[in-house]
């Protein structure tokens, strides 16, 4: 047939939203390609990726545990790919695999559609020191950020992350700051933009990572966070009078990047935001 194939590798893969929101964008520009889920276990990813050319598929996205442990096996990485060693997404051009990582990408767009704010010169504090922060962080060093301090529960975490973002970005200052309520207090009053990176804030009886009240007046807060749509940190936040956003459009425009990628078509943005929303809803 002539139905391009692109899809998700990832282990779970069952809760996934991108088939979804990938193929009602798809049908919304009238394009022959499919999107499917592939629960591929560790062991099998690099049969899995090395099968992309042979079965003719455009491209596939990445998510856990694979983003890292997939480097190794593609033909070339993106320069943000590479600086942050872990991709998202995989396009296949030329009988070549090529490597990107849309999570950054998503992070800074959804700051600048959602908050309107540009992290050039922004003084940043970043609470986790996972996968998400990684992206996150990097990308602020990108843009131009002034200052990024990590806090994690594991400080090893936070030191080693910390040590990557600084030895390729010598210009901004980049620290830790152990996840203790005075420290972190402290170090928050002079913040433009405070990032919950950690699954602190998914349940409802979870106490918010920081106070609101520790924020300095003109900051910004970004949780992550999904599910909910407005964790308690974020609820507090706005009612204090600060911008909020939360994970929903960083994850919308990281696979609206995806989109382009796989497809070389720009994408119906709004159709995909409309899709996620409503499959979020079913899920609360």
């Not at 131009?144 to 040590?163: K, N, S």
């Not at 980049?174 to 950690?198: M, R, S, W, Y």
């Not at 009240?213 to 974020?234: H, K, M």
């Not at 990628?261 to 409503?278: A, D, Y």
Request: aromatic letters at 8%; charged letters at 25%; proline letters at 6%.
């Amino acid at each position: 047939g002539t139905t391009k194939m692109t899809g998700l590798f990832g282990c779970p893969v069952h809760h996934t939203f991108s088939p979804a929101m990938h193929n009602a964008a798809f049908e919304a520009l009238g394009l022959d390609y499919v999107y499917l889920p592939f629960e591929v276990r560790p062991e099998d990813l690099e049969g899995a990726v090395k099968s992309l050319i042979p079965l003719g598929i455009a491209g596939v996205n990445v998510t856990i545990p694979h983003k890292e442990k997939v480097i190794p096996f593609l033909d070339e990485v993106s320069p943000e790919a590479g600086l942050i060693g872990s991709v998202n997404t995989i396009q296949v051009k030329d009988r070549r695999l090529i490597g990107y990582n849309t999570d950054a990408y998503g992070f800074k767009k959804s700051l600048k559609e959602v908050l309107g704010m540009e992290l050039r010169s922004k003084r940043v504090f970043v609470m986790g020191a996972g996968g998400a922060s990684r992206a996150v962080c990097f990308q602020a060093a990108i843009s131009g950020a002034e200052e990024i301090v990590i806090a994690d529960i594991e400080a090893g975490r936070a030191e080693t992350l910390c040590r990557a973002v600084a030895g390729k970005f010598p210009s901004c200052r980049v620290g830790t700051c152990p996840v203790e309520a005075p420290a972190i207090q402290k170090v928050l009053a002079g913040k433009d933009l405070f990032v919950n990176a950690t699954p602190i804030g998914m349940k409802p009886d979870d106490s918010p990572v920081i106070q609101a009240g520790w924020l300095s007046p003109d900051a910004s807060v970004f949780d992550l966070i999904y599910n909910p749509e407005e964790t308690r940190l974020l609820r507090e936040a706005r009612e204090r009078g600060h911008k909020t956003t939360n994970g929903i459009g960083m994850l919308v425009y990281q696979g609206a990047k995806a989109f382009e990628i796989f497809t070389g078509r720009k994408p119906p943005v709004e159709t995909m935001l409309r899709v996620f929303k409503g499959k979020l809803a079913v899920h609360q």
